[in-house]
Protein backbone atom coordinates (compact mmCIF):
# COMPACT_ATOMS: atom_id res chain seq x y z
CA UNK A 1 0.00 0.00 0.00
CA UNK A 2 1.20 3.57 -0.78
CA UNK A 3 1.74 6.19 1.76
CA UNK A 4 -1.22 8.16 0.63
CA UNK A 5 -3.46 5.26 0.44
CA UNK A 6 -2.39 4.03 3.94
CA UNK A 7 -2.90 8.31 5.04
CA UNK A 8 -6.51 7.67 3.71
CA UNK A 9 -7.33 4.46 5.40
CA UNK A 10 -5.72 5.95 9.30
CA UNK A 11 -7.90 9.38 8.59
CA UNK A 12 -10.93 7.05 8.41
CA UNK A 13 -10.21 5.11 10.61
CA UNK A 14 -9.99 7.95 12.89
CA UNK A 15 -12.64 10.29 11.19
CA UNK A 16 -15.32 7.64 11.97
CA UNK A 17 -14.48 7.47 15.40
CA UNK A 18 -13.86 10.90 15.93
CA UNK A 19 -17.35 11.62 17.96
CA UNK A 20 -16.91 8.92 20.27
CA UNK A 21 -12.95 9.23 20.82
CA UNK A 22 -11.41 9.57 24.35
CA UNK A 23 -15.54 9.93 25.99
CA UNK A 24 -16.55 6.49 26.31
CA UNK A 25 -15.99 6.22 29.71
CA UNK A 26 -12.50 5.06 29.39
CA UNK A 27 -9.72 7.66 31.09
CA UNK A 28 -6.69 6.71 29.24
CA UNK A 29 -5.93 9.51 26.05
CA UNK A 30 -6.68 12.59 28.61
CA UNK A 31 -4.05 11.11 31.63
CA UNK A 32 -1.28 10.37 29.07
CA UNK A 33 -2.04 14.12 27.27
CA UNK A 34 -1.13 15.60 30.36
CA UNK A 35 0.98 13.68 31.35
CA UNK A 36 3.07 14.69 28.42
CA UNK A 37 2.68 18.22 28.46
CA UNK A 38 4.01 17.99 32.29
CA UNK A 39 7.25 16.79 30.43
CA UNK A 40 7.16 18.85 27.90
CA UNK A 41 6.46 22.09 30.30
CA UNK A 42 5.07 24.97 28.08
CA UNK A 43 5.41 28.15 29.62
CA UNK A 44 2.90 31.52 29.48
CA UNK A 45 3.64 33.00 25.89
CA UNK A 46 4.77 29.76 24.39
CA UNK A 47 3.92 28.70 20.97
CA UNK A 48 2.94 24.86 20.82
CA UNK A 49 2.14 22.25 17.79
CA UNK A 50 0.36 19.71 18.68
CA UNK A 51 0.69 16.78 15.42
CA UNK A 52 -2.10 14.40 15.37
CA UNK A 53 -4.23 16.01 18.01
CA UNK A 54 -6.90 13.91 18.35
CA UNK A 55 -9.76 15.45 20.35
CA UNK A 56 -7.06 17.43 22.50
CA UNK A 57 -5.71 15.78 24.83
CA UNK A 58 -2.42 17.71 24.93
CA UNK A 59 -4.03 20.56 22.93
CA UNK A 60 -6.04 21.84 26.21
CA UNK A 61 -3.46 21.66 28.52
CA UNK A 62 -1.28 22.99 26.81
CA UNK A 63 -3.36 25.73 25.83
CA UNK A 64 -4.19 26.25 29.56
CA UNK A 65 -0.31 26.69 30.33
CA UNK A 66 0.73 28.98 27.43
CA UNK A 67 -2.16 30.85 28.27
CA UNK A 68 -3.94 34.15 26.02
CA UNK A 69 -0.60 35.58 25.43
CA UNK A 70 0.62 32.37 23.47
CA UNK A 71 -0.79 29.98 21.33
CA UNK A 72 -1.40 26.45 20.44
CA UNK A 73 -2.01 24.63 17.10
CA UNK A 74 -3.38 21.61 17.04
CA UNK A 75 -3.05 19.67 13.26
CA UNK A 76 -4.63 16.24 12.41
CA UNK A 77 -5.45 14.43 8.93
CA UNK A 78 -8.84 13.38 9.95
CA UNK A 79 -11.10 16.42 9.38
CA UNK A 80 -13.73 14.86 12.40
CA UNK A 81 -11.43 14.92 14.75
CA UNK A 82 -10.92 18.70 13.91
CA UNK A 83 -13.94 19.75 14.25
CA UNK A 84 -14.61 17.95 17.58
CA UNK A 85 -11.91 20.70 18.31
CA UNK A 86 -13.30 23.39 17.31
CA UNK A 87 -16.18 22.92 18.98
CA UNK A 88 -14.36 22.20 22.45
CA UNK A 89 -12.42 25.72 21.55
CA UNK A 90 -15.84 27.43 21.08
CA UNK A 91 -17.42 25.68 23.95
CA UNK A 92 -14.44 26.81 26.58
CA UNK A 93 -14.57 30.58 24.64
CA UNK A 94 -10.49 29.71 23.93
CA UNK A 95 -8.90 32.69 21.97
CA UNK A 96 -5.52 31.03 21.86
CA UNK A 97 -6.22 27.49 20.48
CA UNK A 98 -6.74 26.62 17.13
CA UNK A 99 -6.97 23.23 14.74
CA UNK A 100 -6.43 22.66 11.61
CA UNK A 101 -6.78 20.15 9.03
CA UNK A 102 -3.06 18.82 8.46
CA UNK A 103 -0.47 16.01 7.39
CA UNK A 104 1.60 15.65 10.34
CA UNK A 105 4.41 14.03 8.09
CA UNK A 106 4.94 17.14 6.22
CA UNK A 107 3.11 20.16 8.09
CA UNK A 108 3.39 23.14 5.69
CA UNK A 109 3.86 26.06 8.45
CA UNK A 110 6.63 28.53 8.62
CA UNK A 111 9.87 27.94 10.09
CA UNK A 112 11.20 28.78 13.51
CA UNK A 113 6.94 29.56 14.48
CA UNK A 114 6.86 27.05 17.53
CA UNK A 115 8.96 26.65 21.04
CA UNK A 116 7.22 23.15 21.81
CA UNK A 117 5.81 20.42 19.51
CA UNK A 118 3.60 17.77 21.11
CA UNK A 119 2.65 14.27 19.87
CA UNK A 120 0.76 12.41 21.22
CA UNK A 121 0.50 8.27 20.08
CA UNK A 122 0.54 9.91 16.90
CA UNK A 123 3.93 10.12 15.28
CA UNK A 124 4.27 6.50 15.38
CA UNK A 125 1.07 6.89 12.52
CA UNK A 126 3.07 8.41 10.22
CA UNK A 127 5.10 6.36 7.25
CA UNK A 128 8.45 8.17 7.70
CA UNK A 129 8.82 9.25 11.55
CA UNK A 130 12.34 10.22 11.56
CA UNK A 131 11.96 12.15 8.47
CA UNK A 132 9.28 14.02 9.89
CA UNK A 133 11.19 14.12 13.18
CA UNK A 134 14.14 15.94 11.10
CA UNK A 135 11.40 18.32 9.70
CA UNK A 136 10.01 19.47 12.81
CA UNK A 137 13.63 20.86 14.15
CA UNK A 138 12.72 23.06 11.39
CA UNK A 139 9.82 24.75 12.72
CA UNK A 140 11.18 24.38 15.83
CA UNK A 141 12.47 27.88 16.67
CA UNK A 142 16.43 27.67 18.18
CA UNK A 143 16.11 25.40 21.17
CA UNK A 144 12.80 24.16 21.04
CA UNK A 145 11.40 21.24 22.24
CA UNK A 146 9.74 18.16 21.53
CA UNK A 147 7.55 15.62 23.61
CA UNK A 148 6.28 12.83 22.08
CA UNK A 149 4.61 9.25 22.94
CA UNK A 150 4.65 5.63 21.82
CA UNK A 151 3.22 2.62 22.84
CA UNK A 152 5.64 0.02 23.40
CA UNK A 153 5.68 -2.69 20.39
CA UNK A 154 6.44 -6.15 21.33
CA UNK A 155 6.50 -9.02 19.04
CA UNK A 156 3.91 -11.90 20.32
CA UNK A 157 1.52 -9.31 21.99
CA UNK A 158 -1.45 -6.80 19.90
CA UNK A 159 -0.15 -3.97 18.89
CA UNK A 160 -1.45 -0.60 20.85
CA UNK A 161 -2.30 -2.92 23.79
CA UNK A 162 -0.85 -4.17 26.98
CA UNK A 163 0.03 -7.32 27.65
CA UNK A 164 -2.70 -8.19 29.40
CA UNK A 165 -4.80 -8.39 26.56
CA UNK A 166 -2.82 -10.87 24.30
CA UNK A 167 -4.14 -14.01 25.81
CA UNK A 168 -7.43 -12.48 25.31
CA UNK A 169 -7.16 -11.79 21.66
CA UNK A 170 -6.74 -14.92 19.46
CA UNK A 171 -3.49 -14.46 17.65
CA UNK A 172 -5.90 -16.55 14.31
CA UNK A 173 -7.93 -13.42 13.96
CA UNK A 174 -5.05 -11.36 13.39
CA UNK A 175 -4.70 -12.26 9.77
CA UNK A 176 -8.20 -10.19 9.41
CA UNK A 177 -5.79 -7.10 9.88
CA UNK A 178 -4.29 -5.50 6.45
CA UNK A 179 -0.64 -6.42 6.24
CA UNK A 180 0.93 -3.02 7.29
CA UNK A 181 -1.10 -3.24 10.62
CA UNK A 182 -0.25 -7.46 11.05
CA UNK A 183 1.71 -7.17 14.27
CA UNK A 184 5.44 -8.46 12.95
CA UNK A 185 5.38 -5.69 10.34
CA UNK A 186 4.84 -2.86 12.90
CA UNK A 187 7.18 -4.28 14.92
CA UNK A 188 9.59 -4.41 12.34
CA UNK A 189 8.28 -0.83 11.29
CA UNK A 190 8.57 0.70 14.71
CA UNK A 191 11.05 -1.58 16.91
CA UNK A 192 14.20 -0.67 14.28
CA UNK A 193 13.90 2.75 15.87
CA UNK A 194 11.82 2.63 18.88
CA UNK A 195 12.41 0.00 20.71
CA UNK A 196 16.41 0.76 21.70
CA UNK A 197 16.38 4.00 24.14
CA UNK A 198 19.40 4.27 22.64
CA UNK A 199 19.00 3.92 18.71
CA UNK A 200 16.19 6.15 19.47
CA UNK A 201 18.28 8.63 21.26
CA UNK A 202 20.75 8.40 18.40
CA UNK A 203 17.46 8.74 15.37
CA UNK A 204 16.45 11.77 17.03
CA UNK A 205 20.22 13.06 17.75
CA UNK A 206 20.72 12.60 13.69
CA UNK A 207 17.30 14.39 12.94
CA UNK A 208 18.87 17.41 14.93
CA UNK A 209 18.13 17.24 18.76
CA UNK A 210 19.87 17.08 21.52
CA UNK A 211 19.41 16.31 25.38
CA UNK A 212 17.12 13.76 24.66
CA UNK A 213 15.35 11.75 27.03
CA UNK A 214 13.27 8.35 27.26
CA UNK A 215 11.13 7.84 30.15
CA UNK A 216 9.08 4.62 30.00
CA UNK A 217 6.39 5.20 32.98
CA UNK A 218 2.76 3.38 32.33
CA UNK A 219 -0.32 5.52 32.32
CA UNK A 220 -3.42 4.07 34.01
CA UNK A 221 -6.15 3.19 31.89
CA UNK A 222 -9.58 3.30 33.53
CA UNK A 223 -12.50 1.67 32.13
CA UNK A 224 -16.02 2.30 33.99
CA UNK A 225 -16.69 -1.84 32.52
CA UNK A 226 -15.71 -4.34 30.63
CA UNK A 227 -18.50 -3.25 28.45
CA UNK A 228 -16.94 0.52 27.72
CA UNK A 229 -13.82 -0.90 27.16
CA UNK A 230 -14.64 -3.13 24.45
CA UNK A 231 -17.01 0.17 23.06
CA UNK A 232 -13.72 2.52 23.47
CA UNK A 233 -11.44 -0.15 21.64
CA UNK A 234 -13.75 0.65 18.76
CA UNK A 235 -12.44 4.28 18.98
CA UNK A 236 -8.60 4.11 17.83
CA UNK A 237 -6.66 1.72 16.42
CA UNK A 238 -8.31 -1.46 17.10
CA UNK A 239 -11.22 -0.25 15.26
CA UNK A 240 -9.57 -1.98 12.13
CA UNK A 241 -9.81 -4.92 13.32
CA UNK A 242 -13.20 -5.03 14.47
CA UNK A 243 -14.38 -3.35 10.89
CA UNK A 244 -12.78 -6.04 9.16
CA UNK A 245 -14.09 -9.04 11.41
CA UNK A 246 -16.77 -11.44 9.87
CA UNK A 247 -19.43 -11.28 12.10
CA UNK A 248 -19.61 -14.14 14.13
CA UNK A 249 -15.81 -13.85 14.92
CA UNK A 250 -16.85 -10.27 15.79
CA UNK A 251 -19.08 -11.36 18.40
CA UNK A 252 -16.79 -14.00 19.51
CA UNK A 253 -14.31 -11.46 20.08
CA UNK A 254 -16.81 -8.98 22.00
CA UNK A 255 -17.42 -11.90 24.52
CA UNK A 256 -13.79 -13.36 25.01
CA UNK A 257 -13.00 -9.47 26.21
CA UNK A 258 -16.13 -8.70 28.14
CA UNK A 259 -15.47 -12.16 29.91
CA UNK A 260 -11.16 -11.56 30.29
CA UNK A 261 -11.92 -7.95 31.34
CA UNK A 262 -14.49 -8.95 34.13
CA UNK A 263 -11.86 -11.44 35.64
CA UNK A 264 -9.33 -8.87 35.44
CA UNK A 265 -11.26 -6.52 37.45
CA UNK A 266 -12.21 -9.21 39.73
CA UNK A 267 -16.31 -9.20 39.21
CA UNK A 268 -16.98 -5.67 39.89
CA UNK A 269 -16.26 -2.29 39.72
CA UNK A 270 -13.67 -0.61 37.40
CA UNK A 271 -11.18 -2.27 34.95
CA UNK A 272 -7.62 -0.60 36.04
CA UNK A 273 -4.36 -1.49 33.88
CA UNK A 274 -1.42 0.05 34.20
CA UNK A 275 -0.27 0.86 30.11
CA UNK A 276 3.49 1.07 29.39
CA UNK A 277 4.07 4.28 27.88
CA UNK A 278 7.29 5.74 26.42
CA UNK A 279 7.54 9.37 26.87
CA UNK A 280 10.29 10.87 25.02
CA UNK A 281 11.99 14.71 25.05
CA UNK A 282 14.36 16.54 23.39
CA UNK A 283 15.69 19.68 22.28
CA UNK A 284 16.14 21.16 19.17
CA UNK A 285 20.43 21.23 19.05
CA UNK A 286 20.21 24.31 17.16
CA UNK A 287 20.39 27.29 19.11
C1 LIG B 1 -4.20 7.63 18.72
S1 LIG B 1 -4.72 9.18 18.12
C2 LIG B 1 -3.98 10.31 19.30
C3 LIG B 1 -4.69 11.62 19.36
C4 LIG B 1 -4.23 12.57 20.46
N1 LIG B 1 -2.88 13.01 20.27
C5 LIG B 1 -4.42 11.93 21.82
O1 LIG B 1 -3.41 11.77 22.53
O2 LIG B 1 -5.56 11.59 22.16
C6 LIG B 1 -3.73 9.46 16.68
C7 LIG B 1 -4.13 10.71 15.92
O3 LIG B 1 -3.14 10.95 14.92
C8 LIG B 1 -3.80 11.38 13.74
N2 LIG B 1 -2.92 11.14 12.59
C9 LIG B 1 -2.50 9.96 12.11
N3 LIG B 1 -1.72 10.15 11.01
C10 LIG B 1 -1.63 11.49 10.84
C11 LIG B 1 -0.96 12.32 9.89
N4 LIG B 1 -0.24 11.82 8.89
N5 LIG B 1 -1.09 13.65 10.01
C12 LIG B 1 -1.86 14.20 11.01
N6 LIG B 1 -2.52 13.46 11.92
C13 LIG B 1 -2.40 12.13 11.84
C14 LIG B 1 -5.09 10.57 13.73
O4 LIG B 1 -6.07 11.12 12.87
C15 LIG B 1 -5.46 10.60 15.21
O5 LIG B 1 -6.29 11.69 15.53
Known sequence: MDSSAYKRQVAGVFDDSAARYDRTGVEFFTPM??????????VAGERVLDVGCGRGASLFPAAELVGPRGHALGI??????????????AARGLSQVEARV????????????????????????????????????????????????????????????PPEFTPLIPSSLLEHLPPEWQPEALVRRFNSWLEDAGDLAATLERAGYREVRVLDEPVRMTA???????????????????QNLPAPQREDLRERLTEGLDRLRGGSGPVVIEVPVRFVTARVARG
Open 76 to 89: DLAPAMVEEVGKEI
Open 33 to 42: GRRLVELAAP
Open 102 to 161: MDAENPELPAGAFDVLLGGYSIIFLPDAPGALSRYTELLADGGRIAFTSPVFRAGTFPFL
Open 224 to 242: ESPERWVEWSHTQGMRLLW
